[in-house]
């Protein structure tokens, strides 16, 4: 204990101070990975988040949940903002580190909304407060008033946020297929891919497909920037259809949807997910940095 107050504590008091803190800890985590995109940097704000509880007189703090999802939020507004000056230096497109969800679908929120990746991305978009406001309420089902202290603004602000956020999110998103139908799109597409087949790729693909690989420029072939439009990415995917000799693949749950886990020589190589709408794949992410597939599920 770094407290003052340490010395005076009692057993009980210590117990009860890490009992509340395990309770909350996968809400901490969850709202510091739907704010950042990354398993390590939402790890590094529940540690603080701990230390910071330690060091607290806790027999002032009367709502001990309350107070660590504000110490955590606020920890990773801050940290938010300098992540964005990283990801201008990022080499090649950038997407959110995949998290394993098949303990927890909805990584301890209300719901499941702000995880998938194809939603991180359009939330990367906004500012941080509108991406904490909207965390918090669409996520965790925070009252406005609660977002407000949480964020040390007015309800009429905290409101405001939300609504910016969510109109910058819909505009962009389309209204995904149901679960069954997103992993059969998905099946079709590795299965065309592996065979190179341009008029196969081109019937499961939305108009507007937008396909980004994050490589964190480690891997020569990967493209620096995003593919766009149906023909463009059926090439470019059939293109690489070589790539897929000698991995082996295995379906994963990320981020709440099924994704595909390829590996080589027993290391992993590429996450692939999607986000799909009636029109097709309109989104392909493929993460092959390294660093982010070290806690992808086995």
Avoid: C
């Avoid at 060091?55 to 709502?63: E, H, I, Q």
């Avoid at 801050?78 to 080499?91: D, I, L």
């Avoid at 597409?189 to 087949?197: C, E, I, K, S, T």
């Amino acid at each position: 204990m770094t407290s003052s107050k340490a010395g005076d504590e009692s057993g009980a008091g210590i117990e009860a101070a890490i009992g509340a803190f395990n309770e909350s800890r996968p809400r901490l985590f969850g709202i510091a990975y739907r704010m950042l995109g990354s398993v390590a940097e939402a790890e590094d704000i529940v540690q603080e988040a701990w230390v910071r509880w330690q060091g607290t007189d806790r027999s002032v703090v009367r709502n001990p949940a309350g107070f660590l999802t504000t110490v955590t939020t606020r920890l990773a507004l801050n940290t938010a903002e300098s992540a964005r000056v990283r990801r201008e230096q990022y080499v090649g497109p950038w997407l959110p580190e995949p998290v394993d969800t098949s303990a927890d679908p909805s990584l301890g929120a209300e719901r499941a909304e702000a995880l998938e990746s194809a939603v991180l991305v359009l939330l990367e978009k906004v500012r941080p407060d509108q991406r904490a406001a909207y965390v918090l309420r669409e996520a965790f089902d925070y009252s406005y008033d609660e977002v407000a202290d949480i964020l040390d603004t007015s309800a009429a602000n905290a409101r405001q946020l939300v609504s910016r956020a969510k109109k910058s999110v819909q505009s962009d998103r389309k209204e995904p297929v149901d679960p069954a139908t997103h992993r059969t799109l998905l099946e079709a597409f590795v299965a065309a891919a592996r065979d190179g087949d341009v008029k196969r790729l081109e019937q499961v693909l939305s108009a507007d497909v937008v396909s980004t690989t994050d490589s964190a420029g480690e891997a020569p072939r990967a493209a620096r920037r995003p593919v766009s439009g149906r023909d463009n990415v059926a090439r470019f995917i059939a293109g690489w259809s070589d790539w897929w000799e000698g991995t082996t693949l295995s379906w994963v749950e990320t981020n709440g949807q099924t994704s595909l886990l390829a590996r080589r020589d027993g290391a992993p190589a590429v996450l692939l997910s999607v986000s799909a709408s009636g029109s097709g794949i309109d989104r392909i992410m493929w993460v092959m940095a390294p660093d982010k597939l070290t806690r992808v599920p086995a």
